[in-house]
């Protein structure tokens, strides 16, 4: 896929991993700052741990019984 696209999202989908692991704050928050991510949605059948909202800097904007929306401060 990626010679096809010439998109590399081996790199991303690991650095995305990597937040989601929630092992490193500073990593994480700069992860998103440098991505300029503004919203984060997680279906909850897929959050294996879960995110520390206040040490990311995340406001919960919208809860139901299958999904999570958080906004990036």
Sequence with gaps: MVIQTGFNYEDRLSKVRNFFDQNNTFEDREFLKKEMIDFIYIPKAQLEIPINSAQNNLDLIFE?????????K
């Design 64 to 72: 139901n019984s299958e999904i999570l929306i958080y906004k990036v």
